[in-house]
């Protein structure tokens, strides 16, 4: 299929020529910081006499709507984990959580030898995180197409948490230095823990 693009155009990079990067080193890409509720019980406020004891599967589900949703930035979350009756320590529990616009966020619930619960998302990539994956897919695409010489800042998927898709797929926008044109950037994220992905730059600029 011919290409829509001049000869210099930075368009048609395809998965037979994928560029592969991997994000800076101790950003969060997904798998959030450890976040930690003591099963046992959550102050309400007042003295010993107001505290909540809680199951494993009621402070999981309290810490996603509350520290997790937080952290997200995606507005109000719902949780929904199963039975932990019996957890021990090292036992890894799959929960959801959903946002008010219908994503959603795959979480494992960990349960601490401390009898603490850890939480960990498997599909969401943080906002303050996708900056890494830019920078990353620049380097990526210069290096399979050293005649781009694109810039810091070429590519851009925005600054809002994403939950990816079953497809794994995040969606950027690359601008050509050269004709000024958008392309659709597609980064399928192989490891979010290890900030691992591929892409494929469209042949075609949007119109």
């Known amino acids: 299929m011919a290409r829509a693009t001049t000869r210099d155009g930075i368009g048609g990079l395809r998965p037979t020529e994928r560029a592969s990067g991997r994000s800076a080193a101790g950003l969060l890409a997904g798998a959030l910081a ?13 003295d010993a006499e107001n505290l909540t004891v809680l199951t494993p599967t009621q402070a999981a589900e309290q810490l996603i709507i509350g520290p997790l949703a937080e952290q997200v ?6 949780a929904s984990c ?3 009756t019996g957890a021990k320590g ?7 959580a959903a946002t008010e616009a219908a994503r959603q966020l795959n979480v494992d619930a960990a349960i601490l030898p401390s009898g603490q619960v850890e939480l960990s998302t498997t599909n969401v990539i943080l906002g303050s995180a996708l900056s890494s994956f830019e920078q990353s897919a620049v380097d990526a695409i210069n290096k399979v197409r050293p005649d ?5 800042g070429a590519v851009e998927c925005g600054d809002t948490s994403v939950v990816l898709p079953d497809d794994r797929m ?5 601008t050509d230095p050269r004709t000024e044109q958008i392309f659709e950037v597609s980064l399928t994220v192989d490891d979010i823990e290890g900030r691992q992905f591929s892409l494929v730059v ?3 600029p949007k119109s």
Do not use: F
């Open 170 to 174: 995040l969606i950027c926008e690359l």
């Open 73 to 78: 930035g995606l507005g109000p979350l719902t």
């Open 82 to 84: 199963p039975d932990m």
């Open 34 to 46: 450890a976040v930690a509720l003591l099963t046992g019980c959550l102050d309400s406020g007042g």
């Open 202 to 204: 469209a042949d075609r």
């Open 148 to 152: 781009a010489n694109l810039a810091a």
């Open 90 to 96: 090292g036992d890894v529990y799959p929960c959801t």
